[in-house]
Nanobody, 116 residues
Protein backbone atom coordinates (compact mmCIF):
# COMPACT_ATOMS: atom_id res chain seq x y z
CA UNK A 1 0.00 0.00 0.00
CA UNK A 2 0.98 3.64 -0.28
CA UNK A 3 3.20 4.98 2.49
CA UNK A 4 4.30 8.57 2.99
CA UNK A 5 6.87 9.30 5.69
CA UNK A 6 7.68 12.88 6.65
CA UNK A 7 10.87 13.96 8.37
CA UNK A 8 12.82 17.11 9.12
CA UNK A 9 10.58 18.83 11.62
CA UNK A 10 11.80 20.27 14.88
CA UNK A 11 12.27 23.35 17.00
CA UNK A 12 13.71 26.44 15.33
CA UNK A 13 14.06 30.08 16.30
CA UNK A 14 12.16 32.79 14.45
CA UNK A 15 13.97 33.66 11.23
CA UNK A 16 15.46 30.20 10.97
CA UNK A 17 15.07 27.52 8.34
CA UNK A 18 14.00 23.90 8.09
CA UNK A 19 13.70 21.45 5.23
CA UNK A 20 10.96 18.87 5.39
CA UNK A 21 11.12 15.67 3.40
CA UNK A 22 8.39 13.20 2.50
CA UNK A 23 9.45 9.82 1.14
CA UNK A 24 6.84 7.81 -0.74
CA UNK A 25 6.53 4.12 -1.49
CA UNK A 26 3.93 1.82 -2.99
CA UNK A 27 2.90 4.22 -5.73
CA UNK A 28 3.87 5.68 -9.10
CA UNK A 29 5.37 8.79 -7.54
CA UNK A 30 6.05 10.54 -10.85
CA UNK A 31 2.33 10.40 -11.68
CA UNK A 32 1.18 12.01 -8.43
CA UNK A 33 0.30 15.57 -7.58
CA UNK A 34 1.90 16.41 -4.25
CA UNK A 35 1.17 18.88 -1.51
CA UNK A 36 2.26 20.04 1.90
CA UNK A 37 -0.40 20.91 4.45
CA UNK A 38 -0.27 22.09 8.04
CA UNK A 39 -2.56 22.08 11.02
CA UNK A 40 -2.05 24.30 14.03
CA UNK A 41 -3.78 23.60 17.36
CA UNK A 42 -7.43 24.57 17.19
CA UNK A 43 -7.28 25.35 13.48
CA UNK A 44 -8.29 23.58 10.30
CA UNK A 45 -5.75 21.86 8.13
CA UNK A 46 -4.60 24.15 5.32
CA UNK A 47 -2.55 23.63 2.20
CA UNK A 48 0.68 25.60 2.14
CA UNK A 49 2.23 24.38 -1.10
CA UNK A 50 1.54 22.10 -4.04
CA UNK A 51 3.46 20.73 -7.00
CA UNK A 52 2.01 19.10 -10.09
CA UNK A 53 3.28 16.22 -12.19
CA UNK A 54 4.90 18.71 -14.55
CA UNK A 55 6.53 20.63 -11.70
CA UNK A 56 4.23 23.64 -11.51
CA UNK A 57 3.99 25.01 -8.00
CA UNK A 58 1.44 26.92 -5.93
CA UNK A 59 1.72 28.50 -2.50
CA UNK A 60 -0.53 29.91 0.16
CA UNK A 61 -0.22 33.67 0.43
CA UNK A 62 1.09 33.32 3.96
CA UNK A 63 4.21 31.43 2.83
CA UNK A 64 4.93 32.92 -0.61
CA UNK A 65 8.53 34.00 -0.92
CA UNK A 66 9.55 32.00 2.17
CA UNK A 67 8.68 28.36 1.38
CA UNK A 68 9.72 26.32 -1.65
CA UNK A 69 8.26 22.97 -2.65
CA UNK A 70 10.22 20.62 -4.88
CA UNK A 71 10.16 16.99 -5.94
CA UNK A 72 12.76 14.39 -6.84
CA UNK A 73 11.05 11.64 -8.80
CA UNK A 74 14.22 9.52 -8.80
CA UNK A 75 14.11 9.44 -5.00
CA UNK A 76 10.30 9.36 -4.66
CA UNK A 77 10.60 12.35 -2.35
CA UNK A 78 8.95 15.74 -2.04
CA UNK A 79 10.57 18.55 -0.09
CA UNK A 80 9.47 21.75 1.60
CA UNK A 81 12.22 24.28 2.19
CA UNK A 82 11.05 26.73 4.82
CA UNK A 83 12.97 29.97 5.35
CA UNK A 84 12.35 33.04 7.49
CA UNK A 85 10.17 31.00 9.79
CA UNK A 86 7.67 32.77 12.03
CA UNK A 87 5.95 31.65 15.22
CA UNK A 88 2.70 31.45 13.26
CA UNK A 89 4.26 28.72 11.10
CA UNK A 90 4.13 26.42 14.12
CA UNK A 91 2.02 23.39 13.21
CA UNK A 92 2.06 19.73 12.32
CA UNK A 93 3.05 19.48 8.67
CA UNK A 94 1.66 16.72 6.45
CA UNK A 95 2.41 15.67 2.92
CA UNK A 96 -0.27 14.41 0.59
CA UNK A 97 -0.05 12.52 -2.66
CA UNK A 98 -2.91 12.43 -5.13
CA UNK A 99 -2.90 9.85 -7.89
CA UNK A 100 -5.61 8.70 -10.27
CA UNK A 101 -4.46 5.15 -9.54
CA UNK A 102 -4.22 5.18 -5.73
CA UNK A 103 -6.31 8.20 -4.78
CA UNK A 104 -5.32 10.47 -1.87
CA UNK A 105 -2.68 9.37 0.61
CA UNK A 106 -1.39 11.21 3.69
CA UNK A 107 1.71 11.00 5.80
CA UNK A 108 1.66 10.84 9.58
CA UNK A 109 2.87 14.42 10.02
CA UNK A 110 5.94 16.11 11.48
CA UNK A 111 5.91 18.82 14.13
CA UNK A 112 7.42 22.20 13.37
CA UNK A 113 7.76 24.61 16.28
CA UNK A 114 9.03 28.15 15.78
CA UNK A 115 9.90 29.74 19.10
CA UNK A 116 12.65 31.64 20.82
Amino acid sequence: QVQLVESGGGLVQPGGSLRLSCAASGMRFSLATLGWYRQAPGKQREQVAGITISGSTTYADSVKGRFTISRDNAKNTVYLQMNSLKPEDTAVYYCKARSVITGDSWGQGTQVTVSS
